[in-house]
């Protein structure tokens, strides 16, 4: 059995490149689903799902619909603009309320959210950024039996955020981006 | 934002109850996630610890229920929200709509109506304002106080002037408020045909018929079989060939109503009732 039904990337300035390689490196028969939390520009329609989509290695990304059932396989992106919730049926929910830690999608909302409804079958992997959104929501997932990443902060062009989660979380793993690929490509 | 303080799904059904028992409002089929986040974030607000103090005050205190009301719904909105949208008011809709003589168009779940307001534009610009009557609606009283009086926080005018200029506006937008000290006026004549009225998507019933039915980030509070209820109630309201407009990533696929629709706009979430 996989160790993890999710997988929630935490990421902010600087983090879009790692995500890329990230999703290039996960097998392909990969059974959990992958969750993707970015901060973005809101109101400027943004293709990002595509910019990451790699079609040579059939990573496709997806920002999923309201109440959209989470299926294993598949990778997710939250739509910009609005908080990414997870219902107790393991469906998503988008909510539009107000901005936290000056960001919507919030990767502590969605943290917190998986935390509460896949327990210890979530790892978190947060990378650069320059706020510290995620640190709250990382420790509600290691507190709940999960298990987190945190990119080394010394890797990461925005050291701010990762620094924030560590702060937090001591106990979280800290790794390279080359050693987080090598951590997911060999998790199935 | 995230206090200590936990609320388990059983205490939620409680209060929902106790809601529903000694205020009339039905939260029921609420979309959970969300709905536990707001009832925490009341709490925290508050200064509330226990979710025994939460009923006290609740079943003891209808200014403090107004209150919690008001902070329990999501309230926030934009103008011009998604600026693709309101282009594709402008381009493909509006000029249909320009072919009734009476144009009638109703925000469900409004908020402070600044979505109202910008269609009020839209509308302007068409030439098409002097007949269309625009109902916003709402459940909570204090959003519609608030859009009643047309003002705006004067902060996000810049973001608001940015997407109408995105969504086609080609006029300056400053023309359309005054500005005052920390808030914008919106001008008289724009809100002339704008009726704002309490109106609960999950308890009332249809009350007029529509050309455009617009309800947009509501439905996502909503659990499937409410958002299903609701869809109805929609549609209900629309003439034939009406049409329906909600969130950019709502979905009309989890209803029974979605074989009545074509898709007009698939990005926008644009809607025509067929008959
Ligand atoms: C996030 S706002 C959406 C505002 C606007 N339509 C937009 O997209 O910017 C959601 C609104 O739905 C309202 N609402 C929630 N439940 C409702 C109900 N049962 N009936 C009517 N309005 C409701 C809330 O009070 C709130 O004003």
Known sequence: ?????????????????????LLEALPSTFQYAVIIVLHRLRNVYSEMNRVLTTSDKGTYVHEPDDKEVIQPNSIYLAPQNYHLLIEADRCFSLDYSELVNY?????????????????????????????????????????????????????????????????????????????????????? | MMNLTQITNGEIDELISLIR????????????????????????????????DLKYELTNDQTFFNWFLQNLTVNVTEMFRDPMFYKSLRTTIIPILASYPTIKIWHAGCATGEEVLSMAILLQEAGLLERSRLYGTDLNPANLERA?????????????????????????????????????????????????????????????????????????????????????????SLAPLGYLAIGMKESLIFTDVRQQFDVTDSVCRIYRRKT
Do not use: W
Not at chain 1, 7 to 12: D, K, Q, R, Y
Not at chain 1, 158 to 169: F, H, K, Q, T, V
Not at chain 2, 182 to 194: G, M, P, S, T, V
């Open chain 2, 148 to 236: 009643r009086q047309g003002i705006v926080p004067m902060q996000y005018m810049k973001d608001y002037t940015y997407n109408y200029i995105q969504s086609g506006g080609k006029n300056d937008f400053s023309t359309y408020y005054t500005a005052r000290y920390d808030h914008a006026i919106f001008n008289k004549e724009l809100r002339r045909n704008i009726v704002f009225s309490q109106h609960n998507l999950v308890t009332d019933q249809v009350f007029n018929e529509f050309q455009l039915v617009c309800c947009r980030n509501v439905l996502i509070y909503f659990n499937r079989q409410l958002q299903n209820q609701v869809c109805r109630l929609l549609t209900d």
């Open chain 2, 21 to 52: 028992h000694n205020y009339g409002y039905d939260f029921g089929d609420y979309a959970r996630a969300s709905f536990q986040r707001r009832v925490l974030r009341c709490m925290d607000q508050a200064g509330i610890r226990s979710f025994f």
């Open chain 1, 103 to 188: 960001s919507r999608p919030s990767i502590d909302v969605t943290f917190e959210s998986l935390a509460s409804v896949y327990g210890s079958r979530v790892l978190a992997v947060l990378l650069s950024g320059a706020n510290d959104d995620g640190a709250l929501g990382m420790e509600a997932i290691l507190s709940n039996g999960g298990q987190a990443i945190v990119q080394d902060p010394a890797t990461a062009a925005y050291a701010a955020m990762p620094r924030a989660a560590l702060e937090r979380n001591p106990t979280a793993l800290v790794l390279s981006p080359d050693g987080i690929i090598k951590f997911l490509s060999i998790t199935t």
């Open chain 1, 1 to 21: 059995m996989a160790p993890f039904d999710i997988i929630a990337i935490g990421g902010s300035a600087g983090s879009i490149p790692i995500v890329s390689e």
